[in-house]
């Protein structure tokens, strides 16, 4: 009961983000019965047709169904291990520089895209790597032929892949910073005296240090496999490279939005929703199992 | 360590405040947004259906009879920019003025649910299909119209439309021998006013740039090999004299078949129809008396190969893939290129601009080359992109009616007014609204009629004098080069497109005349799969037809038949003939 009273400010503080949860990830599901009906949006849930798993079997079956899959897998993939990497790699460098202004001023650097939406950046990208952009411009002057960046599928789905993580590095950074800030100053110390380098204490109590946190970002990061960024490339995407970068969820939209199948859209929503959790579970047990890390 | 505890309360309270403050007004808006319009529409409509049964009683139906009390109709709107530029800045379509004057003259009072940039409509009216929340009068396409028809979602206008309509109205709809309106009835119920028009607006004409052909010294092409040679030296030959290598030969976007600035017309050159523009195909008839989708016929193929030889050599532009409408048009108005396909309308929209920009810049209008000679352009059979429907919950579906008989009733000259669009007249954000079919036609021949008598002003009596005078002004200006009233650009539009023989629908006018076109047959309602896998057959399409001509092996065109027939293709078909056999007029 004290432990209660001492700790009701930080229960306080939990309650907008529970209710917000509630209303907007909890409260939606319901919506969730569409996947199994012949939905039509004026009749409603109840009077709509049910029709079991046949949404499924349409989606399943359309020709592009696989390709959207693997693209969706392949890009949210490369995405989360360079989420983790490149923000790695800055933290460490950041963590080695003695300069407090220059280290502030490059966390600033980093961190400022993360601000930026899409619906901006995105018209800057293509601009950039267009035939007459900046881009070309280096490549021209290098002697080599213009590429076409937005048209070609490789080039494009890097181009993806690329700018979303030079946009979002910034964030992770900063968390994996702060983790390295909250290791004991003693323990390197005690390792300097022992004779260790910079990089073995880089290895040896560093990376050891901030694992738990790599982990988290990790299993976080993996329950958004599926989540290629919808945003980023509705935005960046035409008809030439839906081969290479059509995802699910754009997918989704043009079913659901364009098409108004909403009975196969939501059969699809659904379906990515129990891949993520599949694997949030499994390594979140794994993270558990093996390095005896849990969140609850 | 007391004080660092009431800290952390303060804190964490402030947090907590700020954040369910934001959360709250984030709620607010969202609730007020959705529950405002369905307090409107609960509320209003039975508020007024009292003063309605009691003015039933002692009125009888008067076209624009005005109600005791006010009635309020809710509407949704995508809208672009007015096109008149003396139009007040920052107006939104809720300001028209237009509204002011229906609430005076027939006590109605239209409340928008939600008003969206055009170019967001189609999206924003699906997720308000999706959650029910429809607004009492409706502008719909064919498809949407088909939807909410199976879902019995539509109010029954006949009686509506037999008591209240105005005589100009009735003129209209009967002007096609009521084949338009039955289109759009169903059991004895009329569903939907359309808003039909001349098929033959719908002709496609070759946009090119006179200026530069004669810098080059060449004639206006009417076989497609002309136009090759035509669109290569646009490219490579600095027709613009600059000294630049900046100018190419045909404008394309990533929308390959469109309203504008497409392929439409370049294919009917190679004799092959595609597409009306939306994302169906034509149907032409073939030698076994079947319809037969245009996509899919060998004559595609001639067409996509020029396409990839253009797109090789430049005509095109490289980077059509990337490139929207407004991208398209910016290309135009800023003489980068001289060649475009499209409708009689172009004069008065990009190409007025690029004239007011350019003063040089002469744009005329041809009929499409073909591959031997001039080409037959495609005509639809019907032209009613869009039509009325009231939702079953309307309490006064005849306030529709009286809107449309309002519209009309405003193209007469007692309302005329020079200064319309400065007072904020905006009369494409009016809805509903219906143009008389024959408009075009008939502004055609009165400015023409009143041009060769020297008349100084127009006479006409009768509603469609305000649309015969504003052309029939404009003509008078720009042949006296006099910019007192509109840039010289607007009013070499309006005269170009309308009035000119030479011009947008003078040129039209000639397609017709001569028997020059192709008919799609097809002009049912979308069938079940069309509504269903059009989306994707069209992905399909886009897909494939833009690898091909950006250099994929033409054999992709023999790939994309084969996916669209298995795709859901053999089943339209199917369902097509099936229309034709039994409802089509033949």
């Known amino acids: 009961m004290k432990k209660l009273k001492r700790n009701f400010p930080l229960h306080f503080m939990l309650w907008p983000g529970v209710f917000f949860t509630i209303i907007y990830a909890y409260g939606p599901m319901a919506g969730l019965v569409m996947a ?23 989606v399943f079956q359309l020709p592009d169904f696989n390709q959207v899959l693997w693209n969706t897998v392949l890009i949210a993939v490369c995405k989360m291990i360079l989420f983790l990497l490149v923000p790695l790699v800055l933290a460490l460098l950041l963590n080695e520089v003695t300069k407090s202004w220059f280290s502030r001023f490059v966390q600033s650097a980093v961190f400022l895209p993360f601000f930026l939406s899409w619906t901006v950046l995105g018209g800057v990208v293509i601009e950039l790597f267009s035939l007459n952009g900046p881009v070309n411009a280096l490549v021209s002057s290098l002697g080599l032929e213009p590429i076409m960046f937005m048209l070609d599928n490789s080039w494009f789905r890097t181009i993806i892949i690329g700018s979303d993580v030079w946009k979002g590095m910034g964030y992770n950074m900063i968390i994996m910073l702060a983790a390295i800030t909250g290791i004991n100053a003693t323990l390197y110390e005690a390792a300097e005296v022992d004779g260790a380098g910079k990089w073995k204490q880089m290895i040896h109590i560093t990376l050891p240090g901030i694992a738990p946190m790599i982990i988290v970002l990790a299993v976080l990061g993996l329950g958004g496999v599926l989540n290629a960024g919808f945003e980023q490339i509705l935005i960046m995407y035409n008809p030439t490279v839906y081969e290479g970068s059509d995802i699910i969820d754009t997918f989704v939209y043009r079913l659901g939005i364009f098409s108004q199948q909403f009975g196969p859209a939501a059969a699809v929503g659904l379906f990515k929703s129990v891949i993520s959790l599949a694997l949030v579970s499994v390594t979140y047990y794994a993270a558990y199992k093996y390095n005896n890390y849990r969140i609850f | 360590m007391k004080w660092h505890k009431s800290w952390s309360v303060i804190v964490s309270l402030s947090l907590v405040l700020s954040v369910t403050a934001a959360c709250s007004s984030k709620d607010g808006n969202k609730e007020g947004a959705s529950s405002s319009p369905s307090s409107s529409a609960s509320v209003a409509p039975s508020a007024s259906s009292e003063s309605g049964e009691a003015s039933a009683e002692t009125t009888k139906p008067e076209p624009l009879g005005k109600y005791p009390e006010t009635v309020t109709v809710t ?237 090789k050599r430049g005509i095109i532009n490289k980077e059509f893939a990337l490139k929207d409408e407004n991208k398209a048009v910016e290309d135009i108005v800023g003489g980068k290129v001289g060649i475009s396909y499209g409708e009689w309308w172009y004069p008065n929209w990009p190409l007025n601009s690029h004239m007011d920009k350019d003063p040089k810049a002469e744009w005329i209008a041809l009929q499409i080359p073909g591959l031997d000679g001039p080409g037959k352009s495609l005509v639809p059979k019907l032209r009613a992109g869009k039509v009325f429907a009231v939702s079953k919950d309307m309490k006064h579906p005849e306030a529709a009616i009286k809107m449309l008989n309002f519209y009309i009733e405003m193209g007469y000259k007692k309302y005329k007014d020079d200064e319309k669009a400065a007072k904020g007249y905006v009369y494409n954000w009016f809805n509903p609204r219906i143009y008389n079919p024959a408009d075009i036609d008939n502004i055609y021949t009165e400015v023409n009629k ?84 059009g989306g994707q057959l069209d992905k399909l399409m886009q897909e494939s037809f833009t690898k091909i001509i950006m250099g994929a092996s033409l054999d992709e065109f023999d790939k994309f038949v084969a996916s669209w027939k298995s795709l859901g293709g053999d089943k339209i078909i199917e369902e097509v003939n099936a229309w034709y056999d039994t409802q089509a007029v033949k």
Request: aromatic residues 14%; without cysteine.
């Open chain 1, 36 to 58: 199994f009906q012949e939905f039509e949006p004026l009749s409603g849930f109840f009077k709509s047709k049910f029709i079991g798993l046949d949404n499924f079997k349409y």
């Open chain 2, 75 to 311: 509407e949704v709107i995508g809208y672009n920019p007015p096109e008149d530029p003396r139009t007040p800045s920052g107006m939104t379509p809720d300001q028209n003025k237009y509204l002011v004057d229906l609430k005076e003259m027939t006590n109605i009072e239209v409340k928008f649910k939600w008003m969206v940039p055009n170019n967001q409509y189609e999206q924003k009216f699906s997720l308000a299909l999706a959650s029910g929340d429809l607004p009492d009068i409706m502008e719909l396409d064919q498809k949407n119209f088909e939807k909410l028809k199976n879902q019995n979602m539509l109010g029954d206008l006949t009686e509506a439309y037999e008591q209240y309509a105005s005589p100009d109205l009735r003129k209209y709809m009967e002007s096609d021998g009521g084949f338009a309106m039955k289109t759009f009835s169903s059991d004895g119920k009329q569903l939907a006013i359309p808003a039909f028009e001349d098929p033959f607006l719908s002709t496609q004409l070759l946009w090119i740039r006179k200026d530069w052909l004669d810098t080059l010294g060449m004639q206006p092409p009417t076989t497609m090999a002309e136009l090759d040679k035509v669109a290569e030296a646009f490219v490579t030959q600095d027709p613009d004299r600059n000294n630049k290598n900046d100018t190419y030969g045909v404008s394309l976007q990533k929308e390959l078949f469109f309203w504008g600035f497409d392929l439409r017309g370049f294919f009917n050159g190679f004799g092959a129809y595609p597409s009306v523009g939306d994302k169906q195909s034509a149907w032409i008839k073939g030698s076994d008396g079947k319809l037969a989708p245009g996509l899919i016929q060998p004559e595609m193929k001639a067409g996509l190969e020029m396409l990839q030889s253009w797109y």
């Open chain 2, 450 to 533: 009143a041009l060769d008598a020297g008349q100084t002003e127009i006479t006409l009596e009768d509603e469609n004098f305000s649309n015969v005078d504003s052309v029939f002004r404009a003509t008078k200006e720009y042949l006296a080069k006099d910019t007192s009233r509109q840039s010289l650009g607007i009013s070499w539009g309006q005269y170009y497109s309308r009035a000119a023989k030479d011009g947008g629908w003078g040129t039209t006018k000639k397609v017709k005349e001569s028997n020059q076109f192709v008919n799609n047959e097809f002009y049912g309602l979308p069938t079940e799969t069309i509504v269903s896998k």
